[in-house]
Every structure is written in structure tokens, then in C-alpha cells.
């Protein structure tokens, strides 16, 4: 971690890198970012939603956590893993 790291200033946002300016665009003002601040960025790259590896890919997000959790229990009980 950086020596001035401060617990309260985390931040999540979405950005788009540009190549050609080597700059990444956020999506929305990051709230409490003042002009020229100097930040630290995590990248963490999304899935492509056509990774043949992962054809189920494009669909996450499209639950709800409850209803996610009630899918995984049905999974579950039609499909029981060892444990």
C-alpha cells in the first residue's frame, strides 16, 4: 500500500483507457477528487463477454443478489457438491 494511504478516501468508479492520450476517462466525476489530484489506480480489467471459455459471462449482473442466492440453492439441491 502507499505510505499516504487513508482508509476513508476509497474510491470505486469506472473508467475507459485511452491509448492514444495514455489517460483513463471516468464515467462520472469521482466525488471529493478536486482538479489535478494526483491518485493511485487499481485496474481491474472486466471479462469480455464473448470468452468462449466462459459463455455464461455475459449474463452476470443480471441478478439480484437474493435472487442469485435462490438460484445457487436450487443448483445446489438438483446438483448437490460433496462436501
Do not use: H, Q
Amino acid at each position: 500500500m502507499c505510505p499516504s494511504y487513508d482508509e476513508g478516501m476509497n474510491r470505486l468508479f469506472n473508467a475507459t483507457y485511452d491509448a492514444k492520450e495514455r489517460v483513463f476517462r471516468v464515467d462520472d466525476a469521482p466525488e471529493g477528487v478536486v482538479d489535478g489530484a494526483t491518485v493511485t489506480l487499481l485496474a481491474l480489467e472486466s471479462p469480455k463477454d464473448d470468452d468462449p471459455a466462459r459463455p455464461w459471462i455475459k449474463f452476470r449482473g443480471c441478478l439480484s443478489e437474493e435472487n442469485g442466492a435462490e438460484l445457487a440453492a436450487l443448483i445446489e439441491e438438483m446438483f448437490p457438491t460433496e462436501k
